[in-house]
């Protein structure tokens, strides 16, 4: 093949990778997901994979009961962890990362395989806790 055809040929996969990272990078920026989202890339991810047949609720309940043990093990034996983790690498709180969203994952599987909309669920149950515990007047 020609230099020329090959050089072409070259940029326009680069193009093509470049194209890719930037649509992965925005799809793992979206920190305004909604859980109705959320819902739907786990659903299409067991379905190419062929895996709803594993997905049945107390599998997906151990699952989720694995990982929160993963994400103990990020606090263990470190004493008492300051809000906003400082003196953490940049690498532990990625690893963190991966581990909170692995048991929301599992528990928004969970909650769709048990017919349970976690939003509204989650939302109602906000307005009963304010019910059950008041907050103290300000008074003025
Ligand atoms: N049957 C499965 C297996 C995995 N997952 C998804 C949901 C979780 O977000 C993630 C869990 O993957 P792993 O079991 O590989 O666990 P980790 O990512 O924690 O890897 P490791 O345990 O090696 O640290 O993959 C899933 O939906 N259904």
């Given at each position: ?14 193009k093509?990778q ?8 925005k ?31 107390r ?55 048990c ?26």
């Open positions: 093949m020609e230099d020329e055809k090959k050089a072409t040929i070259a940029e326009e996969v680069v093509e470049q194209q890719q990272e930037e649509e992965e990078k799809e793992t920026a979206a920190s305004d997901v909604s859980l109705k989202e959320l819902s739907k890339k786990l659903d299409d991810f067991a379905k190419e994979r062929d895996w709803e047949m594993y997905h049945a609720p599998n997906l309940l151990l699952a989720m009961i694995a990982e929160v043990g993963e994400l103990s093990e990020l606090f263990m034996w470190r004493g008492e962890v300051p809000k906003g983790l400082p003196g953490w690498k940049e690498a532990e709180k990625e690893h963190l990362g991966e581990e909170l969203s692995d048991v929301l994952l599992y528990l928004i599987r969970l909650s769709d395989m017919g349970v909309d976690l939003g509204d669920a989650a939302t109602r149950k906000i307005v009963k806790n304010a019910v059950k515990y008041p907050a103290p007047s300000k008074s003025t």
